[in-house]
């Protein structure tokens, strides 16, 4: 059995979990979010507590079992608090600020470039070396960063480019002089 399609899931207050067919519904004070659960999982709310149960124990359905539970605990939180990815930028003359609601970065190319995030993410600046990125959906937030990450990932000579907060990058000794 699935250790964590077995755990329940409790939903807090303030928090309402639709269902209707397949899909589910999560409101929250920060926001909705919504999702279609698989044909071969099925879902219980009872009360305030979701239970998520699979037919039987082919592989297909067990990583869908857990998949599914881990992705609803997700949506929950989400709307009860929001979730954070944290960018760095590190290299001389590297930055980046906010022209209303896109990000303008100055990343050592022979150009500005612009990121325009989708409606359901927010993004700040505090600092010129700094990009906060928040919003409800977990999946979203990575994949914003990791797209925001990938315009200049960091080099290991220099560590020089866009990195994660928590991120260590593995530095390289470079070349040394010959005789």
Known sequence: MSR???KQIEIPNGVTVSKNGNS???KG??????????PN???DIEGNIIKVKRPDDQKENRSLHGLTRSIL???????????????NIVGVG?????KGTNLLLNIGYSHPIYFVPPQDI????????QIIINGIDKQ????????????????????????????MIVRKAGKTAGK
Do not use: C, W
Not at 73 to 87: A, F, H, P, S, W
Not at 94 to 98: C, D, H, Q, T, V
């Open 122 to 129: 927010k993004l700040q600046v505090p600092t010129p070396t």
């Open 140 to 167: 979203l937030v990575g994949q914003i960063a990791a797209k925001i990450r990938s315009i200049r990932k960091p080099e290991p000579y220099k560590g020089k480019g866009i990195k994660y907060s928590d991120e």
């Open 24 to 26: 589910l519904k999560v």
């Open 29 to 38: 004070p920060k926001g909705e979010l919504a999702f279609d659960v698989h």
């Open 73 to 87: 605990q997700n949506m929950i939180t989400g709307v009860t608090e929001e979730y954070t990815k944290i960018l």
């Open 41 to 43: 999982i099925f879902v």
């Open 94 to 98: 590297y930055k980046a600020e906010l």
């Open 4 to 6: 964590i399609g077995k």
